[in-house]
């Protein structure tokens, strides 16, 4: 019987949906599932159904499954990212030769996939860290692809990635080699942090358009009809409008029967710690991370409404459907510049030389967060040259200076109304942080020092000379203060 040119371990959607993907594409493919008690074999199941009469071969066992791929064999693994990883890379090994690939689709921790290739490699194994990011739909009709590690297998595994790989309409493929050890899966993992925010900012907007605004489905639906056929087009952006349309057999819209409280699988708190490894900003995501959380504490929520029912509101700022047009964009302008500037700082912490535009063109199809956005992102880093961050980009100054008034007035109107709007504000003030020349952190500065000898630099030194104060032989002279009701709460 021919071999195989690729298996696959692993048949729940995502798998099977790849299965076909790669089969659609001329190769042939063996498929392999763990045992489950009580449950039907999966590659039976499959192959009785989507995959009936097509060129996969099913295997029963690990055995069977190396034993019927071409050399070097190239293993596709579909699987829960963690420990049922390790386990499958540890029943593997004694079944491969060096030179064998396998390679590991699921949404690891960027940190895992490089401990596991060093581990392998040791043995001769080459372990390719492979994000993909596209949903259901992307897997069977064409993800976008993120490929890391040892660059010589790249010969082996690219032209089945790039050939399963959505396509832009010039052809280019998108999938690229993104560089060494985890860099592939750290990739994916910024892109799922960006993601975060998108999806944050959008639903602010949504809340602002439904509560400030007092738009009906039908109203927010054709809006955000409108802004997809913008600078904000999207994929995003352009399934919000049949989700606020979605009816129900009663009628009722479906949106105000899904619960309020939003799930995660862990990608947002890895792309976090990414950006406090390397010392990056990232409120925006953060921020995307922690509504999450917060949205789950629904009990508490609830609680704390009736606590503090809404008071007399400030003077409420007019707002138009334009202002919160222009704040979501500049609002994703903040997103991406801090998700590429987390990839640039990566890249440099690992020392990978990730090539930004390669990542943005790469982004612009087959994935959650695809976008005409990401065409002047490619564009930008490929004209530059060299890394810096996007709002300095002409380009991008132009935008966010014309949409600077309003991304003001709408964060300041949302406060006004204690509407929560924890991301866009979160970007605002990440944009008034970067472009503030002098911040107050001299004074933090000298907190660490009076407290704890921290030490601190001077303006009228050079950068990198270090003093410390004895800060008991100042004392003010006047112990004043100004006082508030805060202060004193309580009268005689």
């Known amino acids: 019987m021919e071999k195989s040119d690729i298996g696959l371990i692993g048949l729940a959607v995502m798998g099977e949906n790849l299965a076909l993907n790669i089969e659609s594409k001329g190769y042939r ?13 999966a590659v039976d199941r499959f192959l009785a159904s989507v995959g009936e009469g097509k060129k996969f071969r099913p295997t029963y066992s690990l055995d069977q499954l190396v034993e019927s ?8 693994l579909m699987i829960q990212a963690g420990e049922p990883v390790d386990e499958m890379i540890t029943a593997l090994l004694p079944l491969l030769a060096q030179g064998d690939i396998i390679i590991d689709g699921g949404n690891s921790d960027y940190r895992d996939t490089r401990r596991r290739q060093k581990a392998l490699s040791e043995k001769g194994i080459y372990l390719v860290g492979c994000g993909i990011s596209g949903g259901e739909e992307g897997a069977l009709h064409g993800p976008s692809i993120m490929p ?4 010589t297998v790249s010969v082996e595994v690219l032209p089945l990635l790039q050939a399963i790989a959505a396509h832009l309409d010039d052809g280019t493929p998108c999938c690229s080699w993104i560089g060494p050890d985890g860099s592939g899966h750290l990739v994916k993992t910024v892109h799922n942090g960006i993601e975060y925010g998108d999806m944050q900012l959008i639903a602010e907007s949504y809340s602002l358009l439904k509560i400030k605004l007092k738009n009906n489905h039908d109203e927010m639906a054709r809006t955000f009809e409108a802004w997809n056929r913008g600078v904000l087009e999207s994929y995003l952006i352009g399934i919000t409008a049949p989700i606020l349309r979605y009816r129900e057999e009663d009628g009722g819209y479906l949106i105000d029967r899904i619960a309020d409280r ?3 699988k862990g990608t947002g708190k890895w792309c976090i710690e990414a950006a406090l490894d390397s010392a990056t900003p990232l409120g925006v995501t953060t921020q995307a991370v922690f509504a999450r959380f917060l949205s789950a504490r629904e009990q508490e929520r609830t609680r704390a409404h009736r606590l503090y029912p809404d008071a007399d509101p400030a003077p409420i700022l007019a707002l138009g459907v334009d202002d919160l047009h222009h704040a ?7 997103a991406y510049a801090q998700g590429f500037d987390l990839l640039y700082q990566m890249s440099c912490l690992y020392d990978w030389h990730l090539n930004l535009s390669t990542l943005a063109t790469i982004w612009r199809k087959g994935c959650i967060i695809q976008s005409r956005f990401l065409r002047e992102i490619a564009t930008v880093y490929r004209q530059t040259g060299h890394y810096e961050p996007l709002l300095f980009n002409p380009y991008f100054r132009e935008k966010i200076s014309l949409c600077l008034p309003s991304w003001r007035r709408v964060v300041s109107a949302a406060l006004s109304a204690g509407i929560a709007l924890p991301a866009t504000t979160a970007a605002l003030t990440a944009f008034d942080s970067w472009r503030c020349a002098k911040s107050p952190a001299n004074l933090i500065q000298a907190q660490r020092d009076y407290f704890g000898a921290h030490l601190y630099e001077r303006t009228d030194a050079p950068e990198g000379v270090l003093f410390h104060t004895d800060w008991s032989r100042r004392e003010p002279a006047d112990d004043s203060r100004p006082s508030s009701s805060i202060d004193s709460p309580h009268k005689d």
Request: glycine fraction near 6%; proline fraction near 9%; hydrophobic fraction near 30%.
């Open 29 to 41: 493919v063996s498929l392999y599932n763990r045992l489950h008690p009580h449950t039907p074999q």
């Open 69 to 76: 791929l071409k050399r070097p064999r190239k293993i596709l």
């Open 148 to 151: 890391g590690g040892d660059e």
């Open 262 to 264: 939003s799930r995660q």
């Open 328 to 334: 979501l964009y500049a609002s994703k302008i903040m």
